[in-house]
């Protein structure tokens, strides 16, 4: 009977592992189901293929995918050329496709890059400049009277618009790729922390923790977000020499009640290494102004909003929403950045790279998926199931 077998006294997310030793094993297995995992997962179930899914925790996007703006960027920020412009303009087209034919919860707002001063002005000449090299389209000028126009309680002497950038239910995009990509057949196991990986030089094999079972794969992708280079590493790569070793660069977010009447998204002009966008004012679908996040290096992920922050954050809000009280600005949440990128070093692009040339044929990395990953992740999942293609 079926109440007899070994497996049934299992948890669910562990118990088909059971029966993977009496398989020849998975063709792709993918470590991470944050938003680029989901999405990988999705564009490789198409395929035909074997594919096994694993995840730490008790369900998707509980890390760095579920804390951040949830904002769908048009591409404005990035060097021309990089993996982050040419995967953030793509994407930006790919997601509202996607939010639209699923009936994802969207809502193209616009954002306006405001600047007050000289210094600032040319940032957002340079911006404009960049944007039209990355083939962002719409992105225009606005003079004080046509900001004060369409946001009165802005004060700035100029604004940079871009009228694709947008927000997005997240959550609700992460679970139709789950959704989209079990109906094709992949197996997702929750709460299946891997401890261990080894290459045979042939195959992967992946040891999942306090189970004492293993997965055989052929391929395996490597979209462990906070913990990728860890992961990496303990494959066999050296991540200094490859620089892939991960800063955690956490974010604060604080909300405001009441919600000032913002119609679009503000953002200040960035700094120049771009280590963040500025802490910004975004909006969620129910129209609620939430502003950061800002920029703290840490040694750990710690996800303690940390309320002695109000005063910071007031100051840098107060430069272009004077309007807005200290009060009104309540402790809200915190995530963690995957950054390449160190305090004051150059900004770094994604990596998203196969790993025949270090020795491991099969192995497929992507590390320092920060923002616009979101964004980007339609975009990376179809350059990965490219990887895949040519691997196999």
């Known amino acids: 009977m079926d109440s007899e077998h070994p497996a049934s006294k299992l948890p669910l997310c562990v118990a088909f592992m059971v029966e993977t030793i009496r398989m020849d094993g998975f063709d792709v297995t993918i470590i991470g189901a944050g938003v680029i995992g989901l999405a990988v997962a999705e564009e490789i179930s198409r395929s035909g293929r074997r594919v096994l899914l694993l995840e730490k925790h008790d369900g998707f996007g509980k890390e760095t995918s579920s804390r951040n703006s949830e904002v769908i960027h048009a591409g404005i920020y990035y060097p021309p050329g990089s993996m982050k412009a040419v995967f953030c303009r793509e994407g930006n087209r790919l997601l509202y496709e996607t939010c639209q034919r699923r009936d994802i919860p969207h809502r193209r707002l616009g954002k306006m890059i405001v600047a007050n001063g000289p210094a600032e002005a040319e940032d957002l000449s340079v911006l404009k400049r960049c944007a039209e090299e990355n083939g962002v389209e719409g992105v225009r000028l606005l003079s004080r009277v046509e900001m004060k126009k369409m946001e009165p309680d802005v004060r700035a002497d100029e604004a940079l618009f871009s009228p694709s950038t947008g927000i997005i239910d997240s959550h609700r995009l992460m679970r139709s790729f789950l959704l989209e990509a ?32 293993r997965v055989s794969t052929g391929l395996l992708i ?53 280590e963040g966008l500025g802490i910004h004012a975004t909006l969620d679908l129910a129209g609620a102004a939430r502003f950061g996040p800002d920029v703290e290096y ?3 992920p710690d996800y303690v909003v940390d309320d002695s922050r109000r005063d ?14 200290r009060e009104a600005l309540f402790p809200d949440m915190c995530g963690i950045r995957p950054k390449l990128q160190g305090p004051g070093e150059p900004v770094r692009d994604f ?13 497929i ?5 920060e923002s616009p990953g979101l964004t980007s992740c339609i975009a990376i999942a179809r350059r990965v199931s490219g990887l895949v293609s040519a691997a196999l």
């Open 365 to 369: 990395n992507l590390i320092g998926i």
């Open 298 to 300: 840490v040694k750990k």
């Open 222 to 274: 490597n979209s462990a977000g906070l913990c990728s280079d860890a992961l990496a590493a303990g494959i066999g790569i050296d991540i200094d020499r490859a620089g892939y070793r991960l800063k955690f660069c956490k974010g604060t977010y604080f909300r405001a009640v009441p919600s000032p009447g913002l119609k679009h998204l503000v953002y200040p002009a960035p700094t120049a290494r771009r």
């Open 182 to 213: 079990e109906a094709n057949g992949i197996t997702a196991a929750f709460r299946s922390e891997v401890s261990n990986v080894h290459f045979d030089g042939m195959r992967y094999i992946a040891e999942i923790a306090g189970t004492g079972y």
């Open 351 to 363: 990596v998203v790279r196969e790993e025949s040339g270090s020795g491991f044929p099969g192995l």
């Open 312 to 325: 910071a954050f007031h100051e840098s809000i107060s430069r272009y929403l004077p309007s807005l009280p």
